[in-house]
């Protein structure tokens, strides 16, 4: 099976802070690496999908990128509304998620 | 609009089953793929398996013999028969349908329970 590490697990972040999100494959996945956000009480939605590919509505201000075993989510300039955890899910050799990174207004 | 409804979550005994359902519309199940994802309280996301578009189904190893999905093309919809539930099969559980990698619609979960 494959493991996927994120890090951090956790961290306070202020308004139009640069936030990056770091997801660690234990094994190369190429770019089968797909990011989704989970606000409380909500079902997760899709953000990026093949490493850097935003999906419909997602703004610019997400972006991903990386290939084989270390993958990023960067938020360019964060905002309050972005505050949620946040999940990687390779689908390279059937699926695993990482163990979600949540963002927390300081 | 693709929309993706589960229903039959509950309160359950060690041991016991229960059968949870994926409505599905806006698309046909039997041209994608569909992933049951489960979320313990107060935890990540969790694969448990899928079923293909040609009906081959694959588990994760947790589940692996206790678990079984399938569909019924008729009502486009999938379910996910659980037998022999244990007290860390506890938590809410997501239909997600397949985009070829992703996973980009779910359903909004059942809340599954396995108490004495």
């Known amino acids: 099976e494959i493991v996927l590490t994120q890090s951090p697990d956790f961290q306070s972040v202020t308004p139009k802070e640069k936030v990056t999100i770091t997801c660690r494959a234990s094994?190369?996945?190429?770019?089968?690496l797909h990011w989704y956000q989970q606000k409380p009480g909500q079902s997760p939605k899709l953000l990026m999908k093949?490493?850097?590919q935003s999906t419909s509505g997602v703004p610019s201000r997400f972006s991903g990128s990386g290939f084989g075993t270390d993958f990023t989510l960067t938020i360019h300039s964060l905002e309050a509304e972005d505050v949620a955890t946040y999940y990687c899910?390779?689908?390279?050799?059937?699926?695993?998620f990482g163990q979600g990174t949540k963002l927390e207004i300081k | 609009d693709v929309q993706l409804v589960e229903s039959g979550g509950g309160l359950v005994q060690p041991g016991g089953s229960l059968r949870l359902s994926c409505a599905a519309s806006?698309?046909?199940?039997?041209?994608?793929?569909i992933n049951w994802v489960r979320q313990a309280p107060g935890k990540g996301l969790v694969w448990v398996g899928v079923?293909?578009?040609?009906?081959?189904?694959y588990y994760a190893d947790s589940v692996k013999g206790r678990f079984t999905i399938s569909r019924d093309n008729s009502k486009n919809t999938v379910y996910l028969q659980m037998n022999s539930l244990r007290r860390e099969d506890t938590a809410k559980y997501y239909c997600?349908?397949?985009?070829?990698?992703?996973?980009?619609?779910w359903g909004q979960g059942t809340l599954v329970s396995v108490s004495s």
């Open positions: 997600a349908r397949e985009a070829g990698g992703d996973f980009d619609f």
């Open positions: 806006g698309f046909d199940v039997t041209k994608r793929y």
């Open positions: 079923i293909y578009s040609g009906g081959y189904t």
């Open positions: 094994q190369s996945i190429g770019s089968n």
């Open positions: 093949y490493t850097s």
């Open positions: 899910h390779q689908s390279s050799s059937f699926n695993t």
